[in-house]
């Protein structure tokens, strides 16, 4: 009894407007930057333009990208709501693959600009097994008090005691395929964001990816018991921003690029994978070939890592030993320095930049649940 899994960052898949950029040039698009646009009348119009030109190619690239990954079932990071969910599904997915994801789930978590993790599933999978949905369970909640995780480093950002962990939640979904009992939890960890008070982004919001790390092994080990949760049936989906390790990039498009493979000594993801909790599927890839995301801010730095993860619980992971996970780049944008003998065919109208399906690369695997 096999089940196609799959999760993607879907990128801002949004149903609202967002104009903060008139008054806050960080969240200004770079086209509109262009322009002298005097009122805030006047940029709210033309950022309306500008976002309906640009969705239509980017939501037909993400749909593509979903189809390529021939999910059955399929975790979602940076949904605005349920309703945004529908309109892309029949608005896009279903032209592609016609009756597919039937059951659809969301809630709304902590996320300031309100993007949430959703799912999406079909009623059965592939080979007719049915996939039913039994309950979902929000965390978004849950406190740093109350898990008894707060620290000085949290302190040190300004984070107070009585705070909920998660930046957007820990989603809970219990389902059952052809019958056997199967529990995603679904996470998008804090972003790394810009350098901060001396630190890069990444090492500024650590303490708070390990504290959700820590919050997300916890729920776990309380729903099957510590002792227990090791022979059970779950996975643990999203995107964690973070990696342990990276490929570094040098060189150019003229000359000709280089990728060097390097391990980071700290990373939220060594919570969960340490001591066998769960597996990473995606590091049973070549080392230089399990980047699910390109970074840059500038040719002095530029890397691949992996941000989007499927964990298995050391049971399923040993049912499944020889399972290796797909990862669909063929939605990435032109810019993007693929390693040598990496290089895919793109969907149509990806360009050097955007239209792109995300920024992420959906991750795919397919797993026995018998």
Not at 43 to 55: D, F, K, N, S
């Amino acid at each position: 009894m096999s089940l196609r899994l799959a999760t993607f960052n879907v990128e801002n898949l949004m149903n609202r407007f967002d104009f903060s950029g008139f008054r806050n040039q960080l969240n200004e698009d770079r086209t509109l930057a262009l322009f002298d646009i005097r009122t805030e009348a006047e940029y709210r119009a033309l950022e309306q333009a500008r976002t309906i030109a640009h969705a239509d190619d980017a939501r037909q690239l993400t749909a593509l990208a979903i189809a390529a990954t021939r999910a059955d079932i399929i975790c979602l990071q940076e949904v605005d709501n349920i309703e945004a969910l529908k309109a892309f599904e029949y608005g896009y997915l279903f032209k592609m693959i016609g009756e597919g994801y039937r059951q659809k789930y969301t809630t709304a978590g902590n996320d300031s600009r309100g993007i949430d993790v959703a799912v999406m599933m079909r009623t059965e999978t592939m080979h007719g097994q049915p996939i039913e949905f039994v309950r979902m369970t929000s965390h978004a909640h849950v406190t740093f008090d109350q898990f008894a995780l707060f620290t000085p480093e949290l302190a040190g950002l300004g984070y107070q005691a009585n705070e909920r962990i998660f930046r957007r939640d820990c989603l809970e979904v219990d389902l059952k395929v052809g019958g056997a009992p199967f529990t995603l939890y679904l996470v998008h960890l804090k972003s790394m964001g810009p350098p901060r008070n001396g630190l890069d982004g990444r090492a500024a919001t650590m303490p708070l990816r390990f504290a959700e790390a820590q919050a997300v092994r916890r729920i776990i080990e309380e729903r099957f018991g510590p002792d227990h949760a090791a022979s059970k049936r779950w996975a643990i989906c999203g995107d964690f921003n973070d990696y342990r390790q990276r490929v570094k990039i040098e060189g150019d498009a003229f000359g000709g690029y280089r990728h060097e493979v390097a391990d980071e000594p700290h990373s939220s993801l060594n919570v969960l994978l340490d001591d066998g909790f769960c597996e990473n599927v995606v590091e049973r890839r070549p080392e230089m070939d399990r980047w699910t995301l390109f970074h840059t801010r500038g040719p002095q730095e530029r890397h691949l890592c992996q941000l989007d993860y499927i964990l298995l619980s050391p049971s399923l992971a040993a049912h499944n030993g020889g399972a290796v996970p797909d990862i669909v780049r063929n939605g990435q944008p032109y810019r993007t320095p693929f390693p040598e003998g990496q290089d895919v065919e793109r969907f149509p109208r990806v360009g050097w930049d955007r239209p792109k399906a995300s920024d992420h690369c959906p991750v795919a695997i397919t797993l026995d649940l018998a």
